[in-house]
């Protein structure tokens, strides 16, 4: 691997976790307006990720990746393929961290998030967006 290739994906992997930051705050912000409004956990949790997904995908398409290509129809439903893995990493953990060891939601969510990180960048980036 060439210096310009590690160059390339350490800047992508900033930008990703730049990206990955404000994807966190919409997806725990949301999580907790969506309980506090009384939804069921598993339920604000799926929407939460589902919103913070999708700002993923524009995100790191253009400015992460700098996939400038207009094939955003076709890469959408390989990104979704991922994001429903990561949503089960996410679920699983709400369920077993937060319904049945009553650990608190922010926690199990951030405890989550890290778990499924890599695979969020990893598979994007050699899956989809393959510059």
């Known amino acids: 691997m060439n210096n310009e290739v590690v160059t390339k994906t350490s800047q992508q992997f900033m930008k990703f976790a730049i990206v ?34 999708t700002n993923s995908f524009f995100l790191n398409k253009y400015w992460t990746f700098g996939d400038k290509e207009g094939k955003w129809h076709i890469q959408l439903p390989f990104y979704i393929t991922i994001a429903v893995v990561g949503l089960g990493i996410s679920n699983l953990f709400v369920y077993v961290g937060s319904i049945i060891w009553h650990w608190d939601i922010n926690v199990v969510k951030i405890i989550s998030i ?18």
């Open 20 to 53: 990955g930051v404000g994807n966190t705050a919409i997806d725990i912000g949301l999580l907790n307006l969506l309980i506090y409004w009384s939804w069921p956990i598993l339920l604000a949790n799926t929407v939460a990720f589902i919103f913070a997904a």
């Open 114 to 131: 890290g778990a499924i990180f890599l695979w969020n960048f990893l598979a994007p980036k050699f899956l989809i967006f393959k510059k």
